[in-house]
């Protein structure tokens, strides 16, 4: 989060991935019109194996914005 913090401030938002390696946190940043954080729900990678999927497209999804 801190790498975030200090980039300059941009129109795209920029996103950001947190895990603790059982538990993955998704967040996303936007600077216009005020600097908010937006945050995911918890996805928990070992406990419902179906999470992992979701998990993978949602970064597939990140990758197709940037």
């Given at each position: 989060m801190?790498?975030i913090?200090?980039?300059?401030?941009?129109?795209?938002?920029?996103?950001?991935?947190?895990?603790?390696?059982?538990?993955v946190?998704?967040?996303?940043?936007?600077?216009r019109p005020?600097?908010?954080?937006?945050l995911?729900?918890?996805?928990?990678?070992?406990t419902?194996a179906?999470?992992a999927?979701?998990?993978?497209?949602i970064?597939?999804?990140?990758?197709?914005?940037?």
């Amino acid at each position: 989060m801190g790498q975030i913090q200090v980039r300059r401030t941009t129109d795209s938002p920029l996103f950001g991935l947190l895990t603790n390696g059982d538990e993955v946190l998704f967040l996303k940043l936007t600077a216009r019109p005020n600097r908010c954080y937006g945050l995911s729900r918890t996805f928990s990678l070992y406990t419902v194996a179906s999470e992992a999927q979701q998990v993978i497209q949602i970064l597939k999804s990140i990758g197709n914005t940037l």
